[in-house]
């Protein structure tokens, strides 16, 4: 997991500072890791889970390079990614949307106002938000920082005037700074998309994996799990 995208995977780099902590790894925290130990059970396994970090760049090439066995975090279904790997069955839907600050939100309604000179768009490198500004943004420009934990803080300093992201994230960072940063009025998702876990071309895993998924979805557990993390008091250990 990347440990950069919340509700699902967050390093805290000061493990001293989590709240009722009790993930495998102490300095990761999220919904992931929480399905993660879930998952980990459900296979009947004695050790712990072992969280491995990677990065959005580097997620499918260190799947296939055996670095772990599975890949989780927030990860977006692409036909880009399934050319080379497998995706388990979807465990929720989302879509790409745009953030800003409140004092912006009259002048950015949808995705042609934002694309335009003068408003630039800070993204997270490597993954799906960039693909997507890159492949949508003709006018505005596009800032690339260094990681996915800063770009709404960069926002709010006036560095950048809009991260496009996923509406889950999205809806939580609003959430967590209320009166500073909004989200789209409209709350329009300019794209369909959908989050699952990343395997290697293993079927009977892949198969493990999907009736586990069934069971979380089917249960009301992996709903459970988003509450309680899109619940989260992040704002204390930022």
Same mark, same amino acid.
């Given at each position: 997991?990347?440990?950069?995208?919340?509700?699902?995977?967050? @390093?805290?780099?000061?493990?001293?500072?989590?709240?009722?902590?009790?993930?495998?790894?102490?300095?990761?925290?999220?919904?992931?890791?929480?399905?993660?130990?879930?998952?980990? =059970?459900?296979?009947?396994?004695?050790?712990?889970? #072992?969280?491995?970090?990677?990065?959005?760049?580097?997620?499918?090439?260190?799947?296939?390079?055996?670095?772990?066995?599975?890949?989780?975090?927030?990860?977006?279904?692409?036909? +880009?990614?399934?050319?080379?790997?497998?995706?388990?069955?979807?465990? *929720?839907?989302?879509?790409?949307?745009?953030?800003? #600050?409140? &004092?912006?939100?009259?002048?950015?309604?949808?995705?042609?106002?934002?694309?335009?000179?003068?408003?630039?768009?800070?993204?997270?490198?490597?993954?799906?938000?960039?693909? !997507?500004?890159?492949? =949508?943004? $003709?006018? &505005? $420009?596009?800032?690339?920082?260094?990681? =996915?934990?800063?770009?709404?803080? #960069?926002?709010?300093?006036?560095?950048?005037?809009?991260?496009?992201?996923?509406?889950?994230?999205?809806?939580?960072?609003? &959430?967590?700074?209320?009166?500073?940063?909004?989200? *789209? $009025?409209?709350?329009?998702?300019?794209?369909?998309? +959908? $989050?699952?876990?990343?395997? #290697?071309?293993?079927?009977?895993?892949?198969? !493990?994996?999907?009736?586990?998924?069934?069971? +979380?979805?089917?249960?009301?557990? @992996?709903?459970?799990?988003?509450?309680?993390?899109?619940?989260?008091? @992040?704002?204390?250990?930022?």
């Amino acid at each position: 997991m990347t440990g950069d995208y919340r509700p699902f995977s967050y @390093w805290v780099t000061n493990a001293s500072t989590l709240l009722n902590a009790t993930a495998m790894n102490a300095t990761f925290i999220g919904a992931d890791i929480d399905s993660s130990k879930s998952l980990s =059970n459900a296979l009947g396994l004695s050790s712990p889970v #072992r969280i491995v970090p990677t990065t959005w760049t580097n997620i499918t090439s260190d799947l296939l390079s055996g670095k772990f066995d599975i890949a989780v975090g927030g990860i977006s279904i692409t036909v +880009q990614r399934a050319r080379s790997v497998f995706f388990s069955a979807p465990i *929720l839907r989302d879509g790409k949307t745009a953030c800003f #600050r409140c &004092a912006d939100a009259a002048k950015f309604t949808d995705l042609a106002s934002i694309d335009v000179p003068g408003v630039t768009v800070i993204v997270n490198p490597g993954g799906t938000n960039e693909a !997507f500004d890159r492949a =949508n943004l $003709k006018a &505005a $420009k596009i800032v690339v920082a260094e990681s =996915n934990t800063v770009v709404y803080e #960069r926002v709010l300093d006036g560095t950048a005037d809009v991260m496009i992201s996923d509406g889950t994230e999205v809806e939580l960072e609003v &959430a967590l700074r209320p009166g500073k940063l909004c989200g *789209l $009025k409209s709350g329009e998702l300019f794209t369909f998309d +959908q $989050k699952a876990y990343m395997i #290697r071309r293993d079927v009977p895993w892949k198969n !493990f994996v999907d009736t586990w998924i069934d069971i +979380q979805l089917g249960s009301g557990a @992996w709903n459970a799990t988003m509450s309680k993390w899109m619940n989260y008091p @992040w704002g204390e250990i930022e």
